[in-house]
DNA sequence: GACGGCGATTCATCGGAGGAATATGCCCCG
DNA sequence: CGGGGCATATTCCTCCGATGAATCGCCGTC
């Protein structure tokens, strides 16, 4: 076990053991580095390594800090691992995105905040108008579209949900979705589902807004190049 | 932006950049530090913080290469992550659990293959022997049913699902869920639960191994600790 | 009481040196 | 000619000391 590794085990334990909590000051560098044993070099590596996993959060000329542990912060790094993959696995995290936003979108349709709701239809105005100009723009369309699907993820109320599709559903990967999505009517015909999919969710509509939003992604999954459709058909 | 991120964003681009592959090796920490412009302390932590993602993988003596970027390899920081997490996090991580597991169940009634079914077969039969005992074995009981709920879901195919399920069921978090679990039978209900869902996967019946997992998780959630049910009831 | 300056504290970065683990090429032996 | 063992080179790992940068809190001034 690598002395970096002792670190991150230690900052572990001393939050598990209850003797840091969410907000709670660390020791400084030194003091640290002396009471795990190890150089302030090593203390750095593995305190970076858990800023970047979200649980740590140094302030220069200030201290570090335990983050409030909430899974929005915990998942943030997960965007990067999903920015990294190619377009080999699109298909199996939007599939999960699929079944996390549907969800998310049935539990939200009992439990929407009417002013959720106004905002949610105030961005889908905003698109719509959007798609009247001539020429389109498409980055705000995609802009709307990603703050839409925001507001329904986190009114399903789940965390979890809410971090792991913002982490999934990233910047970079709906840019690499829409720049596959050239099919004529694309934009209008997911125009049309989110309206679908707010309309259930205003009339409190559970199992509609699981079924809209399940097949709005659906739809999406298909523009997907697909795995298996490399080779060509064999013609004999 | 400090000089870590800048490290890390140069190797992201690096291999967004199809500079470097899964695979393929860095340049020695000497030369990328010169090449990045930054010292090689700073290097080490943005490279650290790039291994604790599952990105980089270091080999003292050999060098540092890009890791097969598997779901399952960026999947794993996300166990300390939920580790991290107390009881009042733990019903939103298992209702994404059993949404997870739950497709993952339906996918794999229909391509499970024959092997896996016979493995699945034998540590249901080696759990059943477990309960035969006096007393019982806890521990071996809740590492057979980690295996089996491992099996179901890798054979569901979706890797991302397969990460994602293991990152959050991991060795924590179950251990803290068995710990709940007081009441008398049940872990005879978990054999018996697991028993129709294998059952299920069998015959390829892909609703009912959907429906048999969502029970059975759903069962578990309920012995989770309600953060509702704090407050007593008010008995007017 | 409000404001601004100043010092103390803390993290950020850098450069160098020695140690440990691994891979590689060479030599010796069969 | 092939294979095993060894010395060497390469590479990452750890440590140490020093300087810079950012922030906070105290104190004096207005």
Known sequence: MSRTD??????????????LGPGDRLPVEKDLAERLGVSRGSLREGVRALTVLGILDTR??????????DPA???SS???????????????????????ETEAAGLAAR???????????????????????????????????TMFHRIVADQGGNPVISALVEGIAGRTFRERLWRGRHEAGAEERTQRDHEAVWRALS?????????????????VEESLPSPDQVEPDPET
Chains 1, 2 share one sequence.
Not at 6 to 19: F, L, N, Y
Request: aromatic share 2%.
């Open 6 to 19: 002792e670190v991150v085990d230690g900052v572990r334990r001393m939050i598990t053991g209850g003797e």
């Open 203 to 219: 009339a409190g509509d559970a199992e509609g807004a699981r079924v809209r939003m399940a097949a709005h992604l659906l739809d």
């Open 78 to 100: 997960l965007q990067l691992a999903v920015d990294l993959h190619g377009e080999t696995s699109a298909r199996s995290f939007h599939a999960v995105r699929r079944l996390l």
């Open 60 to 69: 220069q000329g200030d201290g570090t800090y335990v983050t409030n542990l």
């Open 73 to 75: 912060n915990l998942m």
């Open 111 to 145: 439990r929407i905040t009417p002013e959720a709701l106004d905002e949610a239809k105030a961005v889908l105005e905003r698109a719509a108008r959007t798609l009247a100009e001539d020429p389109v723009d498409h980055a705000a369309f995609i802009e709307a579209d």
